[in-house]
Structures are given as C-alpha cells and as structure tokens.
C-alpha cells in the first residue's frame, strides 16, 4: 500500500501528500483506486519524461 502511495504521489508530481490521498480516499475503494491510476499511467497515458520516471520506480 504504501508503495502504491509513493507511485501515485510521485506520478502526480507530488501535487498532494500520501496524507493527502489517506485522508480523502475511501477506505473499501482505497486499494482499487490506486491500482487503476497507476494502470492507467502504465497504459501509456503519459508523456515520454513521465514514463522513464515510473519505469524506475517500477
């Protein structure tokens, strides 16, 4: 979980906190929440830049 935190974080720039997303996600759709936005960046999303940062951290 925390992980997947970090990633999401990381993927928005950093344009909120893991409290942040802890704070505001519901708990029951946490998980699943966070595994569509990294599916959905790893689906190619993203620009070029963004894609060799989440491959590192893949």
Known sequence: MDE???MVVDIYDKQFTKDDLLD???APDAVEELQ?????IAEGQ???E?????????
Do not use: E, P, S, V
């Open 4 to 6: 997947m935190l970090d």
């Open 24 to 26: 505001r996600l519901h």
């Open 36 to 40: 569509q936005q990294i599916g959905f």
């Open 46 to 48: 993203i620009d070029d």
């Open 50 to 58: 963004r894609k060799k940062q989440l491959a590192k951290m893949i």
